[in-house]
């Protein structure tokens, strides 16, 4: 946005903690401000609230917010629109809207009265406004996903005919890691040359462990942590990724996988909700489905067509995602 717009970014953080490197983008801006971290939630609520008061205090003219996420910082974005007098816009994209998560009256009423205040709430996904019109009855008021960089997730030549899955998770327990490798070992039964390689941030060591039990150790990589700017090699050099998630508000690593493109094996989750074929291939999260999903992608390997599946991660090209935004200011600011 900042390709467009003076656009600064209030950050708050506990007295102590170090800055992170601030960004070089022209039009961007840092206000960073401290507050004395408390183990009393209610006196961190006070010290929160009287460090953005004093940092908008002392902001410049302000047209328009744009925050994301609904809870738990959802009154903080009603504090700057009481304070600023402006528009606000709400980005969602928090996994709180899963069924089987449990919310206690504080968040709901907290969540319910930010979108209240929002002028404009968006999700990013169509899957994820289902979760939340399931949860609370009410529909946001658009879907605008997130933006992918394609020229960054550009496809390149593949280094041979290996057979290589990629997943890319935090490994949590939504994600659902462990059918992935049981359904991977049914598949060296049939092609022992097959690998697997698996991304993350997170520590990875019960997987790997998981993996020795399983005995297929040899044929599964571990890598990360990665920076973002070097994930596309991943994409680039494997053949199909797989996801197994329970829940998903977007998955950016489906809209990357395409970028490079590769099919997608996953759960009917996020942006990989509704049937695409030739570009996906769903799963019931069973290691059984799982195994099933990756055999057809094996046997079928010919008729996917890369230039076909980047199409489809078109619609969230960055300034295909910039220009729904900016519609959306237009309205609310002119």
């Given at each position: 946005m900042s390709k467009e717009y003076q656009v600064t970014f209030l950050r708050l953080l506990p007295m102590g903690e170090k800055i992170p490197t601030p960004t070089t983008a022209v039009n961007f801006q840092y206000v960073t401000v401290f507050y004395k971290h408390s183990r009393c939630s209610l006196l961190n609520y006070f010290a929160k609230k009287k460090a953005i008061q004093h940092a908008l205090k002392n902001l410049t003219k302000v047209d328009l917010i744009h925050a994301h996420v609904l809870h738990p910082n959802?009154?903080?974005?009603r504090l700057a629109k009481k304070m600023l007098k402006c528009p606000l816009v709400?980005?969602?994209?928090?996994?709180?809207?899963?069924?089987?998560?449990?919310?206690?009256?504080?968040?709901?009423?907290?969540?319910q009265k930010t979108m209240q205040k929002?002028?404009?709430?968006?999700?990013?996904?169509?899957?994820?406004?289902?979760?939340?019109?399931?949860?609370l009855h009410v529909l946001p008021h658009?879907?605008?996903?997130?933006?992918?960089?394609?020229?960054?997730?550009?496809?390149?030549?593949?280094l041979d005919d290996t057979i290589r899955f990629l997943h890319i998770s935090t490994m949590s327990a939504v994600k659902n890691v462990k059918p992935i490798l049981e359904a991977?070992?049914?598949?060296?039964?049939?092609?022992p040359k097959a690998q697997l390689t698996i991304v993350s941030d997170e520590d990875s060591t019960a997987?790997?462990?998981?993996?020795?039990?399983?005995?297929?150790?040899?044929?599964?990589?571990f890598a990360g942590p990665t920076e973002?700017?070097?994930?596309a090699t991943y994409y680039q050099q494997a053949s199909c990724f797989v996801l197994n998630s329970h829940f998903e508000t977007f998955s950016i690593v489906v809209a990357e996988a395409w970028a490079c493109g590769i099919p997608v094996i996953s759960t009917p989750v996020g942006i990989a909700c509704k049937p695409n074929e030739g570009a996906l291939i769903h799963t019931d999260g069973t290691t059984k489905s799982i195994a099933q999903a990756m055999l057809q992608f094996i046997e079928n390997k010919?008729?996917?067509?890369?230039?076909?599946?980047?199409?489809?991660?078109?619609?969230?090209?960055?300034?295909?995602?910039?220009?729904?935004?900016?519609?959306?200011?237009n309205r609310l600011i002119g």
């Open positions: 959802g009154w903080q974005f709400v980005t969602e994209h928090a996994s709180y809207f899963a069924t089987n998560f449990i919310w206690s009256k504080r968040m709901q009423w907290n969540i929002a002028d404009v709430l968006i999700a990013v996904s169509s899957f994820l406004a289902q979760a939340i019109e399931k949860r658009q879907i605008i996903g997130n933006p992918v960089d394609l020229n960054a997730f550009s496809n390149i030549p593949k991977f070992k049914q598949v060296l039964e049939n092609y997987i790997q462990q998981f993996a020795k039990q399983l005995g297929i150790q040899n044929s599964v990589v973002h700017s070097k994930m010919a008729n996917f067509d890369s230039s076909y599946i980047r199409s489809k991660a078109t619609p969230f090209a960055s300034e295909t995602i910039f220009n729904q935004l900016n519609k959306v200011y």
